[in-house]
């Protein structure tokens, strides 16, 4: 069965209409066929986005030096969504030059393919390394140390609601027969506002998203962590800016082949499907699970605030310094993913000196 199929037999089944979070998770995470399920390239050149670690080792090792303060006191790493699994490597490299190395690093990969992509890169990049790493596909209990999400809340299936008359609908999705194609169909009841804050906007037609997967997401990490640090990097922005009322169309967004759109009913299984993290709604989740929301700032301020210059003022190679400049002005340049990439610090019964937000910190932002 074809993925169009196996989804629309599903609106079928569900009278016609499923909500956008379930067609996105259709579209990502069906097990051989979902965009990160299939084996495609995703990341990188031959693929249809560079992540910040695909970009430069830089931004691991930066990581790393945060990372440390935990790790050098007995604190175990578990990263989320690893890619192709050079973000590991990237962190392991420094903690090792560092004198930091963690006894585990954990990584949660629900897809087996990305699994074994990662077992090779960090086998051929640090062999002597790579029994530390343990590969697992669901939440430890009684995990101690620091949690790493990069670009993984934003892959998580949302919903979208738009104003209507008076209210906010959640946006399901149907098929268009004529057209042999999906298409939005607003429900016929308003969407539950007390579950998270909806826009103040009232203008015909606004429509945004709403991430209760994250949220909910947020909650079973803090009852299985027994004490440590989560460190969120996204793309996102707090409600205030997730909710102006110039974003009239929300922030969904696909992208294929390095082309953006807003369309995901085209390119199924074969384009990403992200929307931007609205970072208060994480926060305050946060705070209800009990976390300390302990820092907030832009990727730039936090990657700055960890000394990237230095690795710059240390290479001797010009030509390596210049590639290595390059890659960092991609990094911290607002035009690039200095801004509109921001850092989320929680912690859980754990009190160390964040030193990733010395320059910047935004919390009262949020
Ligand atoms: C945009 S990719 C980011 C990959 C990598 N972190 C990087 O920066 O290159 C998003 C990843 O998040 C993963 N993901 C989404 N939801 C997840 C969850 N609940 N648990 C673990 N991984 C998840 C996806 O499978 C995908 O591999």
């Not at 935990?70 to 962190?91: C, K, Y």
């Not at 707090?238 to 169309?249: G, I, K, N, T």
């Not at 607002?334 to 937000?357: H, I, N």
Request: aromatic letters at 10%; a negative charge; hydrophobic letters at 40%.
């Amino acid at each position: 069965m074809i993925l169009e199929d196996i989804i629309a037999q599903s609106i079928q089944d569900n009278n016609g209409s499923i909500g956008f979070d379930v067609f996105m998770d259709f579209a990502l995470y069906t097990p051989n066929l979902g965009y990160y399920r299939n084996g495609d390239p995703i990341f990188g050149e031959h693929g249809d986005f560079i992540t910040a670690p695909e970009t430069s080792d830089l931004f691991g090792y930066c990581l790393a030096r945060q990372c440390s303060v935990i790790t050098s006191d007995g604190g175990d790493i578990l990263e989320f969504g690893a890619g192709t699994g050079i973000l590991a490597t990237q962190i392991l490299f420094e903690l090792a030059r560092i004198d930091s190395l963690p006894v585990k690093y954990f990584i949660l990969e629900l897809s087996g393919q990305l699994q074994q992509r990662q077992k090779d890169t960090i086998k051929k990049v640090l062999p002597d390394l790579v029994d530390r790493v343990e590969w697992l596909t669901e939440l430890p209990s009684d995990f101690s140390g620091v949690v790493i999400a990069n670009e993984v809340l934003d892959a998580m299936p949302a919903k979208r609601v738009r104003y209507s008359k008076g209210d906010f609908f959640e946006l399901g999705v149907g098929v268009d027969v004529d057209n042999n194609s999906f298409e939005w169909q607003m429900q016929g009841f308003p969407y539950d506002s007390s579950l998270t804050p909806l826009p103040n906007s009232r203008v015909e037609g606004y429509t945004t998203e709403v991430n209760q997967q994250s949220l909910a997401w947020i909650d079973s990490l803090y009852s299985t962590m027994k004490s440590g640090l989560v460190l969120l990097i996204d793309y996102g922005m707090p409600r205030s800016e997730y909710h102006h009322e110039q974003r009239v169309d929300g922030t969904l967004r696909c992208y294929y082949q390095h082309k953006a759109s807003d369309n995901p009913f085209e390119n199924i299984g074969r384009q990403d499907i992200t929307t931007s993290v609205n970072f208060s709604d994480v926060a305050e989740r946060a705070l209800e699970s009990g976390f300390t929301v302990a820092g907030y700032c832009t990727q730039a301020m936090f990657l700055i605030s960890l000394g990237i210059d230095e690795y710059l003022l240390v290479e001797k190679d010009p030509i390596r310094r210049n590639t290595l400049a390059q890659q960092v002005k991609q990094l911290i340049m607002p035009s690039a993913m200095g801004e509109s990439f921001k850092v989320l610090a929680l912690t859980k019964k754990q009190s160390v000196k964040l030193d990733g937000f010395k320059e910047q910190n935004l919390v009262n932002k949020l």
